[in-house]
T-cell receptor
C-alpha cells in the first residue's frame, strides 16, 4: 500500500514551452501533497505544499506563476512548469500523506520522480 | 532555525561490516525524525521513523536508528552492510511552523558506498 506515482518519468522540452507533471496517490487519499525539486547530488528542496481544493502554499523564493500547482482531487496533484528554461531542468519529486489511515501518521510517501530537461 | 545536519558526504564500508550514517537535528518541540533512502533516478523510500517511545527504532532492510535526545542525534545503523545498501541516505525532521503548518526538512544526504 501507500504508492505514489508520477507521470511522466522523464520529459525533454524546448525552452519556452510548458510541461505538466502528474502525481497520483494510487491506494490512498491525500489531502496534502508536496512538490520537491532536487538538483544533482543535492538534497530535496520543498517547492510547495498542495492542499486539495485550495491554493498551494509556496516556499519562499518559488515563483507561483511559474510553477502552477493544482490539487483537484484527493488522489491527484499536478505541477505545471510554465515557459520552461534550461535552468528549470531538474528532478521533481512529489510526496503525499495518507489523510485517513491512522496506521501511518506523520509519514510521507514519495513518488519515483520526474526528470525534466529543458533544451 | 530548525535544521538537519548530515556531517558526512560519503561513508565507505566493507561488506559485512557494521555501518553508521550520522544525523543531528535542531527543532522546536518534540522531534519527529525520519530516514529515507534514494537509489539513482528514483524517489525516496521510507526506512524508519521516530515519533515517540523506544529510542531504538527498527526499520526496513535491517536498518535501525537510535534517538538520542541529549545529543540531538538520530544516527542510522546496520550491523552488517550489503553491497546493495549502496545508495543516498537522507535524514529528515518534521518542523512545526506557525499556524499549524509543518513540513519535512531534509539533510544534505550521505552517500553510502559498500565495497565487496
Amino acid at each position: 500500500g501507500a504508492v505514489v506515482s508520477q507521470h511522466p518519468s522523464w520529459v525533454i522540452c524546448k525552452s519556452g514551452t510548458s510541461v505538466k507533471i502528474e502525481c497520483r496517490s494510487l491506494d490512498f487519499q491525500a489531502t496534502t501533497m508536496f512538490w520537491y525539486r532536487q538538483f544533482p547530488k543535492q538534497s530535496l528542496m520543498l517547492m510547495a505544499t498542495s492542499n486539495e481544493g485550495s491554493k498551494a502554499t509556496y516556499e519562499q523564493g518559488v515563483e507561483k506563476d511559474k510553477f502552477l500547482i493544482n490539487h483537484a482531487s484527493l488522489t491527484l496533484s499536478t505541477l505545471t512548469v510554465t515557459s520552461a528554461h534550461p535552468e528549470d531542468s531538474s528532478f521533481y519529486i512529489c510526496s503525499a500523506r495518507d489523510s485517513l489511515n491512522g496506521r501511518t501518521p506523520h509519514e510521507q510517501f514519495f513518488g519515483p520522480g520526474t526528470r525534466l530537461t529543458v533544451l | 532555525a530548525q535544521s538537519v545536519a548530515q556531517p558526512e558526504d560519503q561513508v565507505n564500508v566493507a561488506e559485512g561490516n557494521p555501518l553508521t550514517v550520522k544525523c543531528t537535528y535542531s527543532v522546536s518541540g518534540n522531534p519527529y525524525l525520519f530516514w529515507y533512502v534514494q537509489y539513482p533516478n528514483r524517489g525516496l523510500q521510507f526506512l524508519l521513523k521516530y515519533i515517540t517511545g523506544d529510542n531504538l527504532v527498527k526499520g526496513s532492510y535491517g536498518f535501525e536508528a537510535e534517538f538520542n535526545k541529549s545529543q540531538t542525534s538520530f544516527h542510522l545503523k546496520k550491523p552488517s552492510a550489503l553491497v546493495s545498501d549502496s545508495a543516498l541516505y537522507f535524514c529528515a525532521v518534521r518542523a512545526w511552523l506557525s499556524g499549524g503548518y509543518n513540513k519535512l526538512i531534509f539533510g544534505a544526504g550521505t552517500r553510502l558506498a559498500v565495497h565487496p
